[in-house]
C-alpha cells in the first residue's frame, strides 16, 4: 500500500450510524429478519435506494417488491445488507473515474452488472456465501474511486491510459502506475471501517483466491469470476464469458447455474 494512498483511506470519514446498526444486526447471531427489517425501514431514503435495486431487471423477478420485509424474505438478509452498504458507502465518496475512461453511471452500472450476475449465479446453490459476496460485490471497485484521485493528482491520466492501452489489465495498469491495484485498495478501505475479516479478505485476495484463507477461497474464486465476465465497461461479451468460463473449470464452480445467469444478464 502507498504512502499517498493510505493516508486518502485514513482521511475518510467514518460509516454513519445506519450503516452500523445494520452490521450490528447481521453480525448478531441472535438476531432476526424483523430485526433487520426494522433497522432498515427507520431510514426512508435508504429503504428506497433498497427497494430501487432490488426492482432491478437484473434480478429477474415478475413481481414488483414493494416492501423492506418482501426484499429481505425474498433475497435474504446477506443480499439485502450488500444493497444496504452499497448505497451507504457510494455516499461516501465523491466520484470521478474519468482516468478509467467510464462515467460516474458506468461506474454504478459495473457494480450493479456484477452484483446482479453474481446473485443469479448463487443464489440457490451458493446462497449461503450471499452474506460476504452480496457486499464484496457492490463493493470490490470502489478503490478505484481513490486511485483515479491519485492519477489525478499525480497528473498522471495519459500515462494511465497508455498502460492501459499496452497491458490490457486494468489492475496490471494501476500497480504500474500507482503502485497498487483496487482489490489492495477496497481491501484497506473496509478494514479502515472495521468489516469483519472474511470480507475484507475475499476482496483483497479475489484476483489471486488461493492466497485467502481457506474458507474465504470459494467466495473469492466466485468474485474472480464475475469481475472477468463483467468487465470495466460494465459490456458482457463473448470474450469476457469465455475468460471467466475458463476460471469455473479451473475452480470447479457450478458451470450450469452461471450459463442461466448469464442469459439472464443479457
Known amino acids: ?59 429477474g423477478f415478475s413481481r414488483e417488491i414493494n416492501a423492506i420485509s418482501q426484499a429481505v424474505g425474498l433475497f435474504g438478509m446477506g443480499t439485502v445488507r450488500g444493497f444496504a452498504l452499497a448505497s451507504i458507502v457510494k455516499k461516501s465518496f465523491a466520484l470521478d473515474l474519468s482516468p478509467y475512461g467510464i462515467s460516474n453511471d458506468m461506474f454504478s452500472l459495473l457494480s450493479k452488472k456484477q452484483h446482479g ?11 449461503r456465501l450471499l452474506g460476504v459476496l452480496s457486499p464484496a460485490a457492490f463493493l470490490v471497485e470502489i478503490g478505484k474511486v481513490l486511485i483515479a484521485q491519485q492519477i489525478m493528482t499525480d497528473g498522471k491520466e495519459a500515462e494511465f491510459k497508455a498502460a492501459l492501452t499496452e ?16 482489490p489492495e485498495v477496497s481491501a484497506t478501505i473496509f ?6 475479516e472474511g470480507l475484507v ?14 474458507e474465504d477461497q470459494r467466495p473469492a474464486q466466485i468474485l474472480h469470476v464475475v469481475r472477468v465476465a463483467v468487465p470495466i465497461n460494465g459490456v458482457v461479451t463473448d470474450e469476457s464469458i469465455a475468460a471467466a468460463k475458463e476460471l469455473i473449470e479451473k475452480y470447479s464452480l457450478d458451470m450450469e447455474s452461471f450459463d442461466t445467469a448469464v442469459e439472464n444478464a443479457k
Do not use: H
Open 1 to 59: 500500500m502507498t504512502e499517498e494512498i493510505l493516508k486518502k483511506i485514513k482521511q475518510l470519514p467514518p460509516l454513519p450510524e445506519s450503516a452500523m446498526q445494520i452490521e450490528a444486526v447481521y453480525q448478531d447471531p441472535d438476531s432476526s429478519f424483523n430485526d433487520m427489517v426494522k433497522i432498515l425501514e427507520k431510514d426512508p431514503l435508504l429503504t428506497a435506494d433498497i427497494l430501487k435495486a432490488a426492482n432491478s431487471p437484473l434480478y
Open 117 to 127: 450476475l453474481m446473485t443469479a449465479w448463487c443464489l440457490r446453490k451458493e446462497n
Open 167 to 182: 497491458l490490457g489489465d486494468v489492475e496490471e495498469a494501476e500497480r504500474e502506475i500507482i503502485g497498487v491495484d483496487t
Open 191 to 196: 478494514a479502515q471501517w472495521k468489516f469483519e
Open 201 to 214: 479478505d475475499v476482496i483483497r485476495n479475489c484476483q489471486n483466491p488461493e492466497q485467502a484463507a481457506e
